[in-house]
């Protein structure tokens, strides 16, 4: 019971920042809770959920994997890291859509099943690899956010229809800017992900790793990320070209990702 009222209190704390990063958008708005208030909340929902889901996936040393538990892991990585670069990077614009996507992915952990593992938590491969994992997902849907955003800035642009809402956001080179540079860096994470669940899959599960349509989609949105890369420095794609490709590419990502052998190992198996 009390495992589910804190469960509850982050999910709230969750919901409250992306409630104030939104007013904290209307820059018209005086006197109303800004994006330190937003931050602050939001760092208090990280830090609860972290507890919550240390304590969640690590049952007598052997995982407790599910959709919901796997989905909450990746949206409190996306938080967590969101706010630490916005502590340096003006990208505080994506804070109400990403709080209120943790706090309806928490939601999830509660009501979807769960199933326990027979990996031991302790097994210094799969740990290197759930850690790379994760963090390669959470950059990449960051910079998907920051993509939407984008494709709506421009469409704002096309019709000259600029609300005061999206004037307080950065300007689109910036936003495009930050968008690539999480794109680099998932991409590189995402490579090690790649290596590590084809080469090393006997050390971390013991079994080598079956070549199936999961493998064939992570192989394809690494391809898409590496084609969107290598038109960016080569032929200096932007705008809606460089939006597409990150879509598709992340798309691929979430089918590979969330499929069910992926849900149950953590890897593109």
Same mark, same amino acid.
């Given at each position: ?164 809402? %999206? ?12 968008? @690539?540079? %999480? ?16 080469? @090393? ?9 079956? @070549? ?42 979430? @089918? ?14």
């Amino acid at each position: 019971m009390i495992q589910l009222i804190l469960h509850l209190i982050a999910i709230a704390l969750y919901a409250l920042s992306g409630f104030y990063y939104w007013r904290a958008l209307e820059a018209s708005s005086e006197g109303k809770p800004g994006p330190r208030a937003a931050a602050l909340i939001g760092t208090l929902a990280v830090c609860l959920q972290g507890g919550l889901l240390i304590g969640d996936i690590n049952h007598n040393g052997h995982l407790i994997l599910g959709v919901g538990t796997i989905l909450s892991l990746d949206a409190w990585a996306v938080a967590a890291i969101f706010l630490a670069g916005s502590l340096r990077k003006p990208i505080a614009s994506l804070g109400a859509f990403i709080m209120l996507s943790t706090a309806l992915a928490a939601i999830g952990q509660i009501f979807l099943p769960h199933r326990t593992e027979d990996t031991p938590v302790h097994n210094p491969w799969l740990v290197a690899h759930i850690v790379i994992s994760i963090l390669a997902y959470s950059l990449l849907s960051i910079a998907v956010v920051q993509s939407l955003m984008l494709w709506i800035q421009e469409s704002r642009l096309r019709r000259k229809h600029l609300t005061p809402l %999206m004037r307080t956001m950065p300007p689109m080179e910036t936003m495009e800017t930050l968008m @690539f540079e %999480m794109i680099q860096v998932g991409f590189v994470l995402l490579t090690l992900t790649l290596i590590s669940g084809f080469f @090393f899959s006997e050390n971390i599960f013991g079994t080598p790793l079956p @070549f199936t349509h999961h493998s064939i989609l992570s192989l394809i949105a690494w391809l898409a990320f590496a084609i969107l890369l290598i038109g960016r420095r080569q032929f200096g794609w932007r705008g809606r070209n460089a939006i597409r490709w990150t879509l598709a590419g992340f798309v691929l990502f979430v @089918f590979a990702y969330l499929s069910a052998e992926f849900l149950l190992k953590l890897v593109f198996s």
